[in-house]
């Protein structure tokens, strides 16, 4: 599948960290939809890029651009960008243990008006509905009345998949989604995300190579806070450079 037309440009952006380059003249575009994996070894600038397009961290210099109309994102404070379809899930989830796994998909639907809601909370049929449908995405339709926190952490990481998808992002960022996750988990995980890249822009941060291989998507790969490489895996890790950085050489 080929990517659309480009939801994010980030163009010739520097951050400098007390002197030191965290990222490089960095310049990365993604299409909407599309499923892009950026790779890169520890201290790459993986997560300074999210901190970037997410409003944390902000460049000294260069152009993030979103959306048809070019909106300034680096103009745009962090609830801006969040409201504007920008939905980043971190490696640990933060599910609310205590309540079950339709609760937790309701709150991120925005059904109950508050936590306290959730108690007395009675989905209507709109909600109910978009409640199903998202447990089927994120494969747990058979587990919506289990409290989250006796979840195994891989369902408990779709579980959270799915409430960002609820608020329906246009831009997906994922970190390191496969941590931890046994190896059915992890090709479950595959599926999901090449699914949810079906209509959403998904970025995914991840070390794990086979797992970036079985996404089949177009691989960024980044080091020194500059993009070295870009293309299909195959086409990345034939690169002499990209072998080099990554043997540390
Ligand atoms: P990655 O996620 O690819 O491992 P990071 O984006 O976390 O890389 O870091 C890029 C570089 O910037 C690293 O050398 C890191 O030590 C440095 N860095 C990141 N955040 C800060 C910060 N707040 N202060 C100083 N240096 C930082």
């Not at 007390?18 to 960095?26: K, M, P, W």
């Not at 300034?72 to 599910?95: C, D, H, W, Y």
């Not at 500059?226 to 895996?233: D, F, N, R």
Request: proline share 5%.
């Amino acid at each position: 599948r080929r990517p659309g037309a480009t939801l994010l440009e980030v163009s010739g952006v520097s951050v400098t960290f007390d002197g030191f380059r965290a990222i490089n003249n960095l310049s990365i575009s993604i299409g909407e939809p599309e499923l892009r994996a950026i790779i890169g070894p520890n201290g790459a600038g993986k997560t300074t890029f999210m901190d970037i397009v997410t409003g944390k961290t902000r460049p000294d210099e260069g152009r993030v651009l979103w959306g048809e109309k070019s909106l300034n994102l680096l103009k745009m404070s962090e609830s801006e960008i969040a409201r504007a379809g920008i939905g980043r899930k971190f490696q640990k989830p933060t599910v609310f243990e205590a309540q079950t796994v339709r609760a937790n998909l309701a709150m991120a639907l925005k059904a109950p008006r508050s936590p306290f809601d959730v108690l007395f909370f009675r989905p209507g049929p709109d909600v109910a509905a978009r409640i199903s449908e998202l447990a089927a995405e994120i494969g747990l339709a058979g587990e919506l009345d289990r409290l989250s926190g006796e979840l195994s952490h891989g369902q408990k990481q779709w579980l959270e998949i799915g409430m960002l998808l609820a608020q329906d992002p246009r831009l997906l960022l994922v970190d390191e989604p496969a941590a931890g996750m046994t190896p059915a988990e992890r090709e479950h995980t595959t599926d999901l995300l090449k699914r949810a890249a079906e209509k959403h822009a998904v970025v995914v941060v991840e070390h794990d190579m086979e797992f970036v291989r079985r996404l089949e998507c177009r691989v960024t790969v980044l080091h020194e806070g500059s993009v070295l490489a870009e293309g299909s895996l195959d086409h990345v890790t034939r690169d002499q450079r990209v072998i080099d950085v990554y043997l540390g050489r």
